[in-house]
């Protein structure tokens, strides 16, 4: 991601950013804000090439939408910039914010099955993560290296779209009111990579029973553990067949992609009617 072509998205010339890190198809960035200060987010034409955000500021921002009408983003609420939609960021205070930067390629599947969320999106103990996280990424240069490029790449990316999942379910689920399922299954997206994440955390995180939960999912003829292990199966073939992650062997795949081991993988992916991981990744590759 080149830094000055993602800056310039913010539609002005002096928003130039105090600290900038480049994470291969990512970017961190930290800028000065002044009081009354506008940021014009323009609509990006659709492609490839389109480039989500989600900016944390120091200071309170209101936020206009394209007709005009607007919120107030407070401290402590994240911004988040859709390549498709416009709006007017105006700094409230005199201050500092930081962005994350991310291909919408990598985000666009929230909206596969949920809309994206609006601009303003309170900040969870997900979004104080990202937080906390930029925040030590612009703060503590540290040396670069291939692999830490890759998993901070990864990291960023899977951050941005728990945020934005998380979010999600609090608006219309296409055509129809969100149901505990679509809620699971937001849940699955986010934690897939999360080694220790399992059905009981699941049921945990929907404040049901196991066997509650199983119920709600026999209802679609499915399981929780299927779904589970179809899109940790997903986030897998993902990372195989992306020539950016070509460096990560078969074990460091199954690790980021929530499995026990690489044999976990194997056994999901036989489960799920499909070569070895390795059959998989040399097909990826021709």
Known sequence: MDVAAAVRLLGTERQNPLVARRYRSVLATQHALEGGAELRW???PGGADAIAAVLISAVPLRVTDADGAWVEAP??????????RSVTLTGEATGTMMCAWVPWGALAEIESGVRA???VIALSTLGRGLQAFLTSLLTQPS???VYTDYLVERLIAE???SVLV?????VIVEGRKGSGIDRARSLMLVRRGERDFGVAALARDMHLSVRQLQRMFAAE???????????RVELARELMSDADYA???IAEIAEHAGFADAAGMRRAFALSGLPSPRAVRRAARA
Do not use: I, W
């Not at 998380?166 to 609090?170: D, F, G, N």
């Open 117 to 119: 969320p609006g601009e």
């Open 166 to 170: 998380e979010a999600a379910p609090r």
């Open 75 to 84: 401290v402590g609420t994240a911004c988040f910039l859709h390549p498709y």
């Open 159 to 161: 951050m941005v779209f």
């Open 42 to 44: 323009s609509a990006q």
């Open 247 to 249: 460096p990560l062997g």
């Open 143 to 145: 040396d670069p290296t």
């Open 221 to 231: 003829g499915s399981s929780p553990a299927d779904e589970l292990r179809r899109v």
